[in-house]
């Protein structure tokens, strides 16, 4: 099984952005304790590499700027933030699931 290369390269960069959360996290000043951080870059990791692997050949092409459309820096992104913005991103989804259903 040939596995594409852009999805690859955005796996890589999700890892490294969630290493990034991870360390970001471990130095907050409200520190958590160990196994709740433990916890959060375990959901964290998987949930990055998944949006990242499915996301990365639909995002790349409409990114604007060309610089930025770099396999490893998407899934770096998407790794970084994707575990705090998902709740965000799932209300929106929510509600325009919502705002179609009512006009049916």
Known sequence: MEFDPDRLRAIVGALGGVAVYGLVLAGAPDRAALRELLIRLACATPAAVILAVFFVKAALPVIPWTPLREAYLFGFIVGAFS????????????????????KL
């Open 83 to 102: 575990w705090e913005l998902l709740p965000l991103l799932f209300r929106v989804v929510k509600r325009r699931a919502t705002e179609r259903a009512e």
